[in-house]
């Protein structure tokens, strides 16, 4: 009964109300956030931890940044050293915000800290957790291999005997009495200093501290493995070098950094002694950090061949294929809005290649482009009295075959894109064409008539009405399909694989067939999963250059 009174105290009142909204709130997202945690982060932290494995069929030895060194070179090691400082800096920005609101509001968030450092420790316990299970959990497929009596039951035991470890279920309590610990604390503070913002700043305490234990790891990491790295280079007797370059570039972009803080607070110095002295200050770490960056290229030059060329290729890929989709669906879809007798069927029709099965598609561009001299494009070219190409098998640059054309020499790095890749280019450009073409219709349809109306009576023509009206209320679709485009190309894989030929000597090899093959063929598991960190890494940053480049643009009206 007095557990049943208990109760009732929690959840009645203006407090229990809204109690009772979190709850079910959090009731009605559990099964999304668990969805999301099976099948999207779960999947990026196994290939994380596969990446920093020596991983051939079987898990093999821990290698670190070893695997990423030999994808992008010593790089790794100055990108890793960067995510640590990003990390600190985000700290200072949370420090910031947090110091901000509690000036506006005129209030202490001290008290929250100690939740905050209990529940940041609590993440990285059950990270610590993850790390030790996962590899026994991984085992039991090996181990049960050896069984003869492969049921469900034994599967369940062999889990609960790998999840019981002594490697494993000490972790697990710590997690769990952590977790206890934070909830507890954090119900004190809440009760003790009664605040609407109580638990934003336990939140922002808890993110801060768990970006400042991130940030110093992946700092003291990326100075193991260096340091370690170097250590090796001199027991066998050659120059180290990677020492030497993470400190000058990380160093060399740190002091520059510093030099701008220093240069800025100068100009807030009251005193002239303190002014002078700030901007010497400045001058140094300026020359010390210019100094420092000039080792970059060698960095970058010591990657793996393979996959700058896969990169290589696939940016000549996105710029032969975004362009031309989007330019050739912005002038249909126009076309196709004006009330003209059968837009309706071109609709359909332009829109079918991109519902058509992908692998269908590129087997019909595979015998349409094929190097017989009866195949329908060569026997298309014997009528206009040119010579059969090898299509998909040509390595050549497409401006190196039209530079033969006509008997003018072309420079290696001017012949641009195989002629084999140009035949994907097509393809790609095609299956894309009517899906663009129906967003960019859907863009035209929100426009009201009611702009283009009085631009024609002001005078306007076509193409001012669509210079100055149509094509800047389409930006917003315009940057959506840009930016899927993009990302698409980097990401295309099915219609290469089936179209790619040895004979073109890899030229049509993109970023995701390299990692496919490095996976699939070779078996080099944690490479290929660094190698996907990488394309994953090279995405975000198109984004975000996407995104600072046309986002800003966007007009929405």
């Known amino acids: 009964m007095e557990n049943k009174n208990f109760l009732q105290k929690i959840f009645t009142g203006r407090r229990g109300r809204k109690l009772r909204e979190y709850l079910t709130a959090y009731t009605f997202i559990a099964p999304a956030t668990i969805l999301v945690f099976i099948f999207g982060i779960f999947p990026v932290g196994f290939a994380l931890f596969v990446s920093l494995h020596r991983w051939k069929i079987k898990r093999g030895d821990m290698l670190g940044l070893a695997n990423y060194v030999k994808a992008i070179g010593n790089l790794a090691y100055v990108l890793v050293f960067f995510l640590g400082l990003g990390a600190l800096y985000g700290v200072y920005v949370l420090i910031k915000r947090i110091i901000n609101m509690a000036k506006e509001k005129e209030e202490s968030p001290w008290p929250c800290i100690f939740p905050g450092v209990i529940f940041s420790v609590v993440v990285f316990a059950l990270l610590n957790w993850f790390y030790r299970a996962l590899p026994q959990v991984l085992d039991i497929s090996f181990l049960i291999r050896r069984l003869e009596d492969k049921t469900p039951a034994v599967f369940f035991q062999l889990l609960k005997d790998a999840l019981r470890s002594e490697t494993v279920l000490p972790t697990w309590r710590l997690f769990f009495w952590l977790l206890i610990a934070g909830l507890v604390v954090s119900g004190v503070v809440l009760r003790l200093w009664r605040n609407k913002r109580n638990l934003n700043y336990q939140s922002k305490f808890a993110l801060l501290f768990t970006a400042l234990g991130a940030g110093v790891g992946l700092l003291y990491y990326t100075f193991l493995q260096v340091n370690l790295a170097y250590a090796e280079s001199i027991a066998e007797g050659v120059d180290p070098g990677i020492w030497p370059q993470v400190i000058m570039i990380s160093g060399g972009v740190v002091l520059l950094g510093l030099a701008w803080l220093l240069w800025r607070r100068a100009e807030k110095q009251d005193s002239t002694w303190r002014f002078i002295l700030y901007l010497l200050g400045a001058l140094v770490l300026l020359v010390g950090g210019w100094l420092l960056i000039g080792e970059i290229p060698e960095i970058v030059a010591q990657g793996d061949e393979d996959l700058w060329e896969g990169l290589k290729v696939t940016i000549f890929f996105s710029l032969g294929t975004v362009p031309f989709q989007l330019g050739i669906a912005l002038f249909l879809s126009i076309l196709l809005f004006q009330k003209l007798k059968g837009s309706n069927i071109f609709r359909i029709l332009y829109f079918i290649p991109y519902v058509t099965p992908a692998i269908a598609s590129a087997a019909v561009f595979q015998q349409m482009f094929s190097n017989r001299e009866s195949a329908p494009i060569n026997m298309f070219l014997k009528l206009l009295g040119m010579a059969p190409q090898q299509w998909l098998n040509e390595p050549k640059g497409i401006i190196t075959l039209l530079g ?10 001017a012949a641009g894109p195989s002629l084999a890749l140009t035949v994907i280019m097509l393809l790609s450009i095609w299956t894309y064409v009517g899906y663009d073409t129906v967003i960019y219709m859907a863009g035209l349809a929100n426009i009201p008539d009611e702009l283009n109306d ?7 023509n076509g193409w001012q009405i669509f210079r100055h009206i149509t094509f800047p209320l389409l930006s917003p679709t315009t940057y959506f399909l840009s930016l899927i485009a993009i990302i698409g190309t980097f990401k295309a894989f099915n ?12 030229t049509t090899d993109t970023f995701s067939v390299k990692i496919f093959i490095e996976f699939f063929e070779k078996k080099f598991y944690g490479y290929a999963s660094a190698m996907s960190f990488v394309l994953f890494a090279i995405i975000l940053i198109l984004t975000y250059i996407n995104n600072k480049t046309q986002g800003s643009k966007v007009f929405y009206g």
């Not at 009085?454 to 306007?460: C, K, M, R, T």
């Not at 290469?496 to 000597?505: E, F, P, Q, T, Y």
């Open 404 to 413: 033969e054309l006509v008997n003018l020499p072309i420079p290696e790095w």
């Open 454 to 460: 009085s631009a024609e009576v002001d005078g306007a």
């Open 495 to 506: 219609t290469i694989w089936v179209l790619r030929s040895n004979l073109a000597l890899g």
